[in-house]
């Protein structure tokens, strides 16, 4: 986990040189591997941790150890980035090896989108290996993180979603990566694909989530669905500025990125930590009401950057909205790691294959039924 950390912290440093703005680390090439630390270094490393938790076998822990060892490969200047690029899809490819076993152990469509998911983080590894931008990268990591949180939230939910979920979803990762494949050769019909795809998915979470109606409760239930409910409103954006074709200028490539990445997956994380980092870390990690200041801060910065630095072409909303972003994110680090601390150590048995903490979540969840 440490890896992860380490890599969170990296990448908010690269977001602040990529804004202008002083930071403490001024690595030549940080800003350039901004997004690989955030997406594979990070977020790669806890879905893969959480995976091989789940596996509980020791060899599961080879694709989070490559994951956090590739993106400290990053921001290391001695080490040549084509050797951080390698290891990095070594660790995507680990990953997808990783949900094999999870799959042979249950068939299920939701463990199967993951597997595909897992597939498009792989493919956006090794394209970055001969890029020297992540122009053409980005679009297979959106559909990596994109599908990878849906299939938990099905698995979080399933007794809401129906019997058939599972298979809607995988659908809807076929045509994620179908619209992925169509924008090699012809960029902007699969970015409006994709952002269809996107929008599809978004109003059938919305439409079945019990996150419409957990937001009426109180305490973590309440503060679980908030960011749920958040996240989808972020993706429903992507979506949509998707639909005018691959994003040229800058501002729809920042807004689209920022909306996925920021708005839908980090929603999505602060949503889930108290349920799932418990079962990952061994430490108790209970519900305060703390945890709603960074979920909040972090929509004002996205509606700052996204709606006025980007949608309205304001340099200094978008300058604004960045900083509070990176403070948001620094935010729900401190406060995790102040729960935690007063929560004290937790002995808790690996979690169920299927969904990691599931049980806890979904009593949680469903508790306002």
């Given at each position: 986990?440490?890896?992860?950390?380490?890599?969170?912290l990296?990448?908010?440093?690269?977001?602040?040189?990529?804004?202008?703005?002083?930071?403490?680390?001024?690595?030549?090439?940080?800003?350039?591997?901004?997004?690989?630390?955030?997406?594979?270094?990070?977020?790669?490393?806890?879905?893969?941790?959480?995976?091989?938790?789940?596996?509980?076998?020791?060899?599961g822990?080879?694709?989070?150890?490559?994951?956090?060892?590739?993106?400290?490969?990053?921001?290391?200047?001695?080490?040549?980035?084509?050797?951080?690029?390698?290891?990095?899809?070594?660790?995507?490819?680990?990953?997808?090896?990783?949900?094999?076993?999870?799959?042979?152990?249950?068939?299920?469509?939701?463990?199967?989108?993951?597997?595909?998911?897992?597939?498009?983080?792989?493919?956006g590894?090794?394209?970055?290996?001969?890029?020297?931008?992540?122009?053409?990268?980005?679009?297979?990591?959106?559909?990596f993180?994109?599908?990878?949180?849906?299939?938990?939230?099905?698995?979080?939910?399933?007794?809401?979603?129906?019997?058939?979920?599972?298979?809607?979803?995988?659908?809807?990762?076929?045509?994620?990566?179908?619209?992925?494949v169509?924008?090699?050769?012809?960029p902007?019909?699969?970015?409006?694909?994709?952002?269809?795809?996107?929008?599809?998915?978004?109003?059938?979470?919305?439409?079945?989530?019990?996150?419409?109606?957990?937001?009426?409760?109180?305490?973590?239930?309440?503060?679980?669905?908030?960011?749920?409910?958040?996240?989808?409103?972020?993706?429903?954006?992507?979506?949509?500025?998707?639909?005018?074709?691959?994003?040229?200028?800058?501002?729809?490539?920042?807004?689209?990125?920022?909306?996925?990445?920021?708005?839908?997956?980090?929603?999505?994380?602060?949503?889930?930590?108290?349920?799932?980092?418990?079962?990952?870390?061994?430490?108790?990690?209970?519900?305060?009401?703390?945890?709603?200041?960074?979920?909040?801060?972090?929509?004002?910065?996205?509606?700052?950057?996204?709606?006025?630095?980007?949608?309205?072409?304001?340099?200094?909303?978008?300058r604004?909205?960045?900083?509070?972003?990176?403070?948001?994110?620094?935010?729900?680090?401190?406060?995790?790691?102040?729960?935690?601390?007063?929560?004290?150590a937790?002995?808790?048995?690996?979690?169920?294959?299927?969904?990691?903490?599931?049980?806890?979540?979904?009593?949680?969840?469903?508790?306002?039924?």
């Amino acid at each position: 986990m440490l890896p992860a950390g380490l890599a969170l912290l990296a990448g908010l440093d690269a977001g602040l040189l990529l804004l202008g703005l002083p930071a403490p680390v001024t690595a030549e090439r940080l800003p350039a591997v901004h997004g690989m630390l955030l997406v594979l270094g990070f977020v790669g490393t806890l879905i893969s941790l959480e995976r091989a938790t789940a596996l509980a076998r020791p060899l599961g822990y080879v694709a989070p150890a490559l994951l956090g060892v590739g993106g400290m490969l990053l921001v290391v200047p001695a080490v040549p980035l084509a050797i951080a690029k390698i290891v990095l899809a070594a660790g995507t490819a680990s990953v997808l090896l990783l949900y094999i076993p999870l799959w042979r152990r249950q068939y299920d469509h939701a463990l199967l989108t993951q597997l595909l998911a897992s597939g498009l983080a792989l493919s956006g590894a090794l394209i970055w290996i001969g890029q020297d931008t992540m122009t053409r990268v980005i679009p297979w990591l959106i559909g990596f993180l994109v599908l990878t949180i849906a299939a938990e939230r099905v698995e979080l939910a399933r007794i809401t979603m129906g019997p058939q979920a599972g298979i809607r979803l995988l659908v809807h990762g076929w045509a994620v990566t179908a619209a992925l494949v169509v924008g090699l050769v012809f960029p902007d019909t699969g970015a409006i694909l994709l952002g269809l795809a996107l929008l599809s998915l978004t109003g059938w979470l919305v439409a079945h989530d019990v996150a419409r109606r957990t937001i009426r409760a109180t305490g973590v239930t309440r503060y679980m669905a908030a960011c749920i409910l958040a996240g989808y409103v972020w993706l429903a954006v992507a979506g949509l500025v998707l639909l005018l074709g691959a994003p040229q200028a800058q501002p729809a490539y920042d807004a689209v990125i920022h909306a996925i990445f920021l708005g839908y997956t980090f929603s999505m994380i602060m949503a889930h930590a108290t349920t799932i980092l418990p079962a990952v870390l061994r430490i108790a990690l209970p519900y305060r009401p703390a945890f709603w200041a960074p979920i909040a801060l972090l929509q004002v910065a996205l509606v700052v950057r996204v709606w006025f630095g980007d949608g309205l072409g304001m340099p200094v909303a978008w300058r604004i909205g960045g900083v509070l972003g990176v403070i948001a994110l620094l935010l729900f680090v401190l406060t995790a790691v102040g729960s935690a601390v007063l929560g004290g150590a937790v002995r808790s048995k690996a979690p169920a294959v299927a969904a990691p903490a599931s049980g806890d979540a979904a009593a949680r969840e469903g508790g306002a039924r």
